[in-house]
């Protein structure tokens, strides 16, 4: 649709939103103390790792904007996601480790507001558009918020995060019955797995998530070692790793059974 927002277009009711794989800083990028830094907490080749679901019929939306730059999974009005919990804010100011981004001022409000504007309303609109679209066509229609994450970041969580990270923010963005579905395929497989754990699923879940209208929403968050050889300290001369098919392969199997999954619960009869 455009040089930073891309719409893959499908006719199957399930939509994959990727907000944070994008890594441009557009012109921002003047203002960060460390373009690595700013680029760091991505998303890293969560577009590869579900480029399988087009031949599912399934409809994509992707970002290349940095999270760093604007975060298109948080509250537009600012207001914190997870109150009382260590988290990064709409602009953001810090790293997932807390480490600053700028070297100077920080965002104001009309820079934020400006942001907002630029990329943030027109990410939302795409996306909005896509669910009516599929809508109009089905009863049904599931979003997936499709996201991941190192496998460490004290700051946000203790110990290691399990493989598969499903949110529905406590049941309340999706039926019962599509959340038991693909936690079923998780805990069927090898890896670890938790239904709304630490990550329950953010703004675009709980924003769209209707499930009495048939928006039925949930977020799957990924510790990233499911498709990198991730190390244990990232450092400018290790980070992003390159995507490892090898890795993938274990939970690409797992990934598609949820896809179907989902696809099959929104086409099923109310």
């Not at 690595?36 to 480029?51: G, T």
């Not at 109150?83 to 709409?90: H, K, M, V």
């Not at 009309?110 to 939302?124: D, G, L, Q, S, T």
């Not at 190390?231 to 490892?244: L, R």
Request: net charge negative.
């Amino acid at each position: 649709m455009s040089d930073w927002l891309h719409v893959v277009r499908g006719d199957a009711p399930l939509i994959v939103a990727m907000p944070h794989v994008g890594t441009g800083l557009a012109d921002v990028e003047p203002g960060f103390r460390s373009p690595w830094l700013a680029r760091r907490d991505a998303d890293w080749w969560v577009d590869a790792l579900y480029a399988f679901a087009r031949d599912l019929g399934v409809t994509l939306i992707w970002s290349s904007i940095s999270r760093s730059v604007i975060d298109l999974n948080r509250d537009p009005s600012g207001a914190s996601l997870y109150p009382g919990q260590a988290t990064t804010e709409l602009c953001p100011t810090t790293t997932f480790d807390g480490e600053p981004l700028y070297a100077g001022a920080i965002p104001d409000e009309a820079e934020i507001a400006r942001r907002r504007a630029r990329w943030f309303a027109p990410y939302h609109a795409a996306l909005a558009g896509e669910i009516e679209r599929l809508h109009a066509r089905h009863s049904r229609v599931v979003l997936y918020d499709a996201h991941s994450i190192r496998s460490h970041v004290p700051r946000l969580f203790e110990g290691e995060l399990p493989q598969f990270n499903i949110g529905t923010n406590g049941g309340v963005t999706c039926d019962p019955a599509l959340a038991s579905a693909v936690e079923a395929i998780c805990a069927a497989s090898d890896e670890s797995h938790v239904l709304d754990g630490r990550f329950r699923g953010g703004w675009t879940t709980r924003h769209y998530g209707r499930p009495d209208r048939g928006i039925h929403a949930i977020q799957m968050e990924l510790a990233i070692r499911g498709y990198m050889d991730e190390p244990e300290t990232p450092t400018e001369a290790n980070w992003p790793p390159a995507f490892d098919p090898a890795r993938a392969n274990r939970i690409a199997p797992v990934l598609t059974e949820i896809m179907k999954a989902c696809i099959a619960f929104a086409t099923q009869k109310a």
